[in-house]
Nanobody, 133 residues
Framework: QLQLVESGGGLVQPGGSLRLSCAVS?????????????IGWFRQAPGKEREGVSC????????NYADSVKGRFTISRDNVKNTVYLQMNILKPEDTAVYYC?????????????????????WGQGTQVTVSS
């Protein structure tokens, strides 16, 4: 079972930036490598369904973004630190939500990532992002 812990959320003014981190670990010591997992970022605003924001393949070569965040958000991964990041720039009030990271086992399909939440097997608890003046 993987453990995913998000951090970096907070209150920011419109136009500001935040960087979210997703630290991934495993309770058993052997056999874990972040290289085997595609990672996605999702968000859920009050009264709305959870939506995919961005994802990065297990190889790191492929990234996808929701249209609403293209050009503003950047996803990246550091497999040595077992951490995935979401750099969020030019934040808007409509970006306000709880942000979750999720892991999708992709040891074979290393150039695939999905923003369909049903395809992720492991989830973090979320971090609140509030964009407001």
């Amino acid at each position: 079972q993987l453990q995913l812990v998000e951090s970096g959320g907070g209150l920011v003014q419109p136009g500001g930036s935040l960087r979210l981190s997703c630290a991934v670990s495993r309770f058993t010591l052997s056999g874990f490598t972040l290289n085997d997992y595609a990672i996605g970022w999702f968000r859920q605003a009050p009264g709305k369904e959870r939506e995919g924001v961005s994802c990065i393949s297990s190889s790191g070569a492929i990234t996808n973004y929701a249209d609403s965040v293209k050009g503003r958000f950047t996803i990246s991964r550091d497999n040595v630190k077992n951490t995935v990041y979401l750099q969020m720039n030019i934040l808007k009030p409509e970006d306000t939500a709880v942000y979750y990271c999720a892991a999708d086992f992709r040891r074979i399909q290393r150039s695939v990532c999905s923003m369909n939440s049903a395809e992720s097997q492991h989830w973090g608890q979320g971090t609140q992002v509030t964009v407001s003046s």
